[in-house]
C-alpha cells in the first residue's frame, strides 16, 4: 500500500513524499509542462498513491510531467494551538514544500518550472485556491484547476477562535485535565494545558479522537486556519482586495462528487 498520509487504511506520519510520472521518452531540448496534483479528502483522508491518482497513462498520452504528493491531514495537518508546536495549517506547508522542491528540480526530469499547474478536487481545489491567496506559494506555479474546492466553502477554512475550541474540545475528550475548560470563556482556555495533554498522547490516541469536536453537517475537524502567516487574512477579504495571484484559472465540480457518501443517507 505504501506510505499514506491519514487514510482509513494503514495510516503513518512518515508520509512525505511525491510521485513524478514522466512519458516513455523526453527530448531534453523540450520542457514539458508540469501537472501538480493535490488529493482531496475533507483534509482528513487521502494519499497521493491511490490508483486512480496514478499518472503513467495521463503523462505518456498528453506529453506532460504529472506530480501527485502527500500532505499531512486530520489532527497531525492542521491542529492549531497557537503555538509554534502546532501553528496549523501544517498540511498546507507540506504541500508547499513539495511545490518548492519541483520548482526547483523538475527541470532534472524533463520539466519546466515556468508551466507548472495546480490542480486538485475537493479538499485539493480548496487547497489550490489557498495557494493562489498566499504571497509564500504564489511565485512557484503559473496556473490554477479547481474541481469540486475552493477556500470560500464553509467547510475549507476556520478562524483561529473556533480552531482553539476545537482543539479544546479534543483535550477534554481525551479526559486528561480540567473537563469543563469548553465552558469557559475563550481568553480563560489554557492552551499550555491543552498541548501538554496532546503532546503526551500516542499518535493512535489522537487518531481515534479526531472526530470529537462537535460540528455541523457536512463539516470536517481539522482545517486550515487563518494564522496570519500562510493565510494571510479573511479569505472574503483577500478576493476583495485582489490579495491572491492574477493568472488563468479553471474551476468546476465533478460528477457525481458526492456518491461516496451516499450510503451514509440510504
Not at 511565485?139 to 473556533?162: C, D, H, M
Not at 481568553?187 to 481515534?208: F, G, I, P, T
Not at 486556519?225 to 483577500?238: A, W
Amino acid at each position: 500500500m505504501g506510505l499514506q498520509c491519514g487514510i482509513l487504511i494503514r495510516p503513518v506520519l512518515d508520509c512525505l513524499y511525491l510521485n513524478i510520472y514522466v512519458p516513455g521518452e523526453i527530448d531534453r531540448e523540450k520542457r514539458l509542462p508540469v501537472l501538480f496534483w493535490i488529493y482531496g479528502g475533507g483534509f482528513w483522508s487521502g494519499t497521493a498513491s491511490l490508483d486512480v491518482y496514478d499518472g503513467k497513462i495521463f503523462a505518456g498520452e498528453e506529453n506532460v510531467i504529472i506530480v501527485t504528493v502527500n500532505y499531512r491531514v486530520t489532527v497531525f495537518g492542521f491542529l492549531y494551538l497557537g503555538r509554534e508546536e502546532a501553528p496549523g495549517n501544517m498540511g498546507l506547508w507540506d504541500q508547499l514544500l513539495a511545490l518548492k522542491w519541483v520548482y526547483k528540480n523538475i527541470q532534472a526530469f524533463g520539466g519546466d518550472p515556468s508551466l507548472i499547474t495546480l490542480f486538485g478536487e475537493s479538499a485539493g481545489g480548496a487547497s489550490v485556491s489557498m495557494h493562489m491567496l498566499s504571497p509564500l506559494s504564489q511565485p512557484y506555479f503559473t496556473r490554477s484547476i479547481l474541481q469540486s474546492g475552493a477556500a470560500t466553502a464553509p467547510w475549507a477554512v476556520e478562524n483561529k477562535q473556533v480552531a482553539l475550541h476545537r482543539a479544546v474540545i479534543l483535550y477534554e475528550y481525551m479526559k486528561c485535565g480540567n473537563g469543563n475548560m469548553s465552558h469557559l470563556a475563550p481568553d480563560q482556555w489554557n492552551m499550555d494545558e491543552v498541548l501538554r495533554c496532546l503532546h503526551a498522547a500516542s499518535a493512535d490516541k489522537l487518531r481515534d479522537s479526531e472526530w470529537s469536536p462537535v460540528m455541523e453537517f457536512a463539516d470536517f475537524p481539522w482545517v486550515p486556519v487563518i494564522d496570519g502567516e500562510f493565510l494571510v487574512e479573511n479569505i472574503e477579504t483577500s478576493l476583495k482586495r485582489g490579495n491572491f495571484k492574477k493568472t488563468q484559472l479553471l474551476a468546476g465540480s465533478n460528477f457525481d462528487e458526492a456518491r461516496k457518501l451516499k450510503r451514509n443517507f440510504s
